[in-house]
Nanobody, 115 residues
Framework: QVQLVESGGGLVQPGGSLRLSCAASGITFPFYAMAWYRQAPGKQRELVAAITSGRNTNYADSVKGRFTISRDNAKSTVYLQMNSLKPEDTAVYYC?????????WGKGTLVTVSS
């Protein structure tokens, strides 16, 4: 059974930082590209950051220079370090694991950026 479990969300003030984690089980983690998506109220889900099995990364323009995605294959975990958070970063953040035509999703963790 495949599970992706996100953690690390919460309430943070503008300018603050959070680190999200996504622990994977039931998959051969090193073979999967991993990504973080987010969905704000009333908006479509969007890609935030992705990291391939070879550790190549890409980011949404809105988070470049502020967010960093990384992976620890030994722990089957992907991280999203979020710095200089803005109110518009408020959303539910979802972890995604993909390989070929296979995609798995976590249930999400809520990030709220507000003073």
């Amino acid at each position: 059974q495949v599970q992706l479990v996100e953690s690390g969300g919460g309430l943070v003030q503008p300018g603050g930082s959070l680190r999200l984690s996504c622990a994977a089980s039931g998959i051969t983690f090193p073979f999967y590209a991993m990504a973080w998506y987010r969905q704000a109220p009333g908006k479509q889900r969007e890609l935030v950051a992705a990291i391939t099995s070879g550790r190549n990364t890409n980011y949404a323009d809105s988070v470049k220079g502020r967010f960093t995605i990384s992976r620890d294959n030994a722990k089957s975990t992907v991280y999203l370090q979020m710095n200089s958070l803005k109110p518009e970063d408020t959303a539910v953040y979802y972890c995604n694991a993909g390989a070929a035509s296979i995609n798995y999703w976590g249930k999400g963790t809520l990030v709220t950026v507000s003073s």
